[in-house]
């Protein structure tokens, strides 16, 4: 999936809350690849995001986030976030969406700095009760690439096209709030004038 590829329409079961259509009618959709259940540099990004929800969904997005755990390991490291997070154990939407898992998730010199603070950052949360080390064994691989996705829906002017994509190189490389909230800034909307 590329900017002008169209997201056929589906309903995504979140490990909790209610069904999520994506396209989403009514709101932007930004949708994000992470790793595994519990990987701490994805729990570093996924706090950026929490802090700032407000913000996102203010600005007309809804938030999915897709992991390759089984949904009975990712449901023990949702509590407290706030957007729909989807199990994804067979990598269908992986697949479907290009993302990738490489060695160079962890060997790029980008993502080292990144790597070393969301252990230190983790190792606290765990300590603190806050968040749980993830499985020692994951069937998916621990390799894998984020990638982002910004999905306009119809209620928005648009007919699930993705207008925005973002493949990652490294572990830690993605969209920030920042970026996210101009990307939808520059979203096309529809027209208020019949």
Not at 125 to 140: D, F, I, M, N, T
Request: hydrophobic share 40%.
């Amino acid at each position: 999936m590329e900017p002008g590829s169209v997201v056929s329409a589906r309903t995504l079961a979140p490990v909790t809350g209610p069904a999520v259509p994506v396209p989403d009618p009514d709101r932007l959709i930004h949708l994000q690849f992470r790793r595994f259940a519990g990987c701490p540099v994805c729990n570093l990004h996924l706090r950026s995001i929490v802090r700032r929800h407000q913000e996102i969904e203010a600005a007309g997005i809804r938030e999915v986030v897709v992991f390759h755990s089984p949904a009975e390991e990712l449901r023990e490291h949702t509590d407290g976030l706030p957007f729909a997070v989807v199990a994804d154990p067979g990598k269908r939407l992986y697949r479907e969406f290009g993302v990738e898992q490489a060695r160079r998730a962890l060997l790029s010199p980008r993502a080292w700095g990144p790597i070393a603070w969301a252990l230190v950052t983790g190792v606290w949360a765990v300590l603190r009760g806050r968040e749980k080390l993830p499985e020692p064994s994951q069937p998916g691989g621990r390799l894998g690439l984020p990638a982002d996705f910004l999905i306009l829906g119809e209620g928005v002017g648009g007919d699930g096209r993705v207008i925005a994509a973002k493949h990652g190189e490294h572990a830690y490389d993605q969209w920030s709030v920042d970026e996210l909230l101009e990307l939808a800034a520059r979203a096309p909307r529809p027209d208020p004038t019949p």
